[in-house]
């Protein structure tokens, strides 16, 4: 992530300190990007926001290691709201903590062109919308960080705010619980499938060709309804693959947090 963002930051309105602890990271930012690292005692004291691009399970212990450095009125922004959701975050108050996120390319769009189309991630071809939210900090903190946020997922779209809360209940909750893991559950579902004797390439293009009719007309970007055997099949399959009040406990307050303290590795 530290080398995606820093490509898209070259050029951009912003100077930029580049911090690296390893040996094999620097070198790989400038085989990539033809930048160089600098000291990190030379970069914290004089930066107005620091940005982490560190897993989410090491912000709190590497936050902690160098908070005293920075300047009264600077600001942490993270990737994620893990972190900040969890507690993880310095308790200094004079620094503002924001937190940002991709929402990636939208699956439906009309900007087909090839690297459009094969830009998943985003912050390279393709559009997308972005999530910010200010754990603590001024108006102006978060005015400023939002636009760093555009600079590095760009191109962006929209910028949604919404608070760290808020955020955690979008990722883990909603992406990743529920999103990544039905997304694997189609994949097993279609590897049953070849395993039944359908051919493979048969039955990856009926399901991902399926889908996208699907989701358009679930999330209402399609004039159609499903048929009444779709119907069918749908109201008896929700009682063999969901267990009751399946939603509720995933997007529970406690159940939101409980899953954040576990990715940034809190027991």
């Known amino acids: 992530m530290g080398v995606r963002l820093a490509k898209n930051l070259i050029g951009s309105q912003y100077a930029v300190d580049h911090v690296e602890v390893t040996e094999e990271g620097r070198q790989r930012l400038k085989d990539e990007t033809g930048l160089e690292c600098v000291d990190a005692d030379t970069a914290y004291p004089t930066a107005d926001v620091v940005l982490m691009a560190v897993p989410d399970n090491l912000i709190g212990r590497i936050s902690a290691g160098f908070v005293d450095k920075l300047k009264p009125g600077?600001?942490?922004?993270?990737?994620?709201?893990?972190?900040?959701?969890?507690?993880?975050?310095?308790?200094?108050?004079?620094?503002?903590?924001?937190?940002?996120?991709?929402?990636?390319?939208?699956?439906?769009?009309?900007?087909?062109?090839?690297?459009?189309?094969?830009?998943?991630?985003?912050?390279?071809?393709?559009?997308?919308?972005?999530?910010?939210?200010?754990?603590?900090?001024?108006e102006d903190h978060y005015v400023l960080c939002e636009d760093i946020a555009r600079t590095i997922f760009a191109p962006v779209m929209k910028a949604h705010r919404c608070t760290i809360e808020q955020l955690a209940i979008l990722e883990p909750a909603l992406s990743e619980t529920i999103g990544a893991?039905?997304?694997?559950?189609?994949r097993d579902a279609a590897d049953m499938a070849v395993a039944k004797g359908v051919p493979k390439e048969a039955a990856m293009d009926f399901i991902i060709g399926h889908l996208g009719i699907e989701l358009a007309i679930a999330f209402d970007q399609f004039d159609g309804v499903f048929s009444d055997g779709a119907i069918?099949?749908?109201?008896?399959?929700?009682?063999?693959?969901?267990?009751?009040?399946?939603?509720?406990?995933?997007?529970?307050?406690?159940?939101?947090?409980?899953?954040?303290k576990e990715i940034c590795g809190i027991s």
């Not at 893991?181 to 189609?186: N, Q, V």
């Not at 069918?232 to 899953?259: M, Y």
Request: glycine letters at 6%; aromatic letters at 8%; charged letters at 20%.
């Open 74 to 138: 600077a600001c942490i922004m993270v990737l994620d709201a893990a972190a900040p959701h969890a507690g993880q975050m310095p308790d200094r108050s004079d620094i503002a903590v924001f937190a940002t996120h991709p929402c990636h390319p939208p699956l439906f769009r009309n900007d087909i062109g090839e690297d459009v189309q094969a830009d998943y991630f985003g912050g390279e071809a393709a559009d997308q919308n972005i999530v910010c939210g200010l754990l603590r900090g001024t």
């Open 181 to 186: 893991t039905l997304a694997l559950a189609l």
């Open 232 to 260: 069918h099949a749908i109201d008896q399959a929700k009682q063999v693959i969901f267990q009751e009040n399946w939603l509720e406990r995933i997007f529970e307050p406690e159940a939101v947090l409980t899953s954040v």
